[in-house]
T-cell receptor, first 112, second 115 residues
Framework: DSGVTQTPKHLITATGQRVTLRCSPR?????VYWYQQSLDQGLQFLIQ???????AKGNILERFSAQQFPDLHSELNLSSLELGDSALYFC???????????FGPGTRLTVT | GNSVTQMEGPVTLSEEAFLTINCTYT??????LFWYVQYPGEGLQLLLK?????DKGSNKGFEATYRKETTSFHLEKGSVQVSDSAVYFC??????????????FGSGTRLLVRP
């Protein structure tokens, strides 16, 4: 158990819908990363937050957004969902900007 | 841009066989290198890491050496067990591109160890 929690574990929704994925980092970790794992694209970095501020952006679609709250948990919002958004979404946390990342168990999103 | 290339799988071995999974990288700066393992239905776990050239990372019998001259970080284990069956990801982190320590992953190599 890495200490990073993600909810929900599974999510099934229809095209065009909006969902929110939640991540609670390890106690004391200030940085949160979001990654997407799909069959065609592999594991890709989406976005990073550090102590509530956006730190870096990867290949994140405009339909996707994220934030990190004062209690350091983070949410990833996915809207206007398409079939191709079906994937495993991982959250990782690290104590500081450049320390080791610990991954959560992931949220499996299925868009039908 | 930065990238990681690792050997295609699946790799199928008998128990106690020697394992090598090849990984090469392209980086702008001086990256840190990692191997992560993903067991079925689970998240990624850090297996080992190396932060500079000639460093050797090791954990649970697995080893990898950071080779700057060949831009490689091959994963090895002398004697695999059935419990090592998983997907292995090579990754790098190079903040010289955008000041981010994000991980860039290879495509993953599935290892299947038979009794």
């Amino acid at each position: 158990d890495s200490g990073v929690t993600q909810t929900p574990k599974h999510l099934i929704t229809a095209t065009g819908q909006r969902v929110t994925l939640r991540c609670s980092p390890r106690s004391g970790d200030l940085s949160v990363y979001w990654y997407q794992q799909s069959l065609d694209q592999g594991l890709q970095f989406l976005i990073q937050y550090y102590n509530g501020e956006e730190r870096a952006k990867g290949n994140i679609l405009e339909r996707f957004s994220a934030q990190q709250f004062p209690d350091l948990h983070s949410e990833l919002n996915l809207s206007s969902l398409e079939l191709g958004d079906s994937a495993l979404y991982f959250c990782a946390s690290s104590a500081t900007i450049n320390s080791e990342q610990y991954f959560g168990p992931g949220t499996r999103l299925t868009v039908t | 841009g930065n990238s990681v290339t690792q050997m295609e799988g699946p790799v199928t071995l008998s128990e106690e066989a020697f394992l090598t999974i090849n990984c090469t990288y392209t980086a702008t700066g001086y990256p840190s290198l990692f191997w992560y393992v993903q067991y079925p239905g689970e998240g990624l776990q850090l297996l080992l890491k190396a932060t500079k050239a000639d460093d050797k990372g090791s954990n649970k019998g697995f080893e990898a050496t950071y080779r700057k001259e060949t831009t490689s970080f091959h994963l090895e284990k002398g004697s695999v067990q059935v419990s090592d069956s998983a997907v292995y990801f090579c990754a790098l982190s190079d903040p010289s591109e955008d000041s981010s320590y994000k991980l860039i992953f290879g495509s993953g190599t599935r290892l299947l160890v038979r009794p």
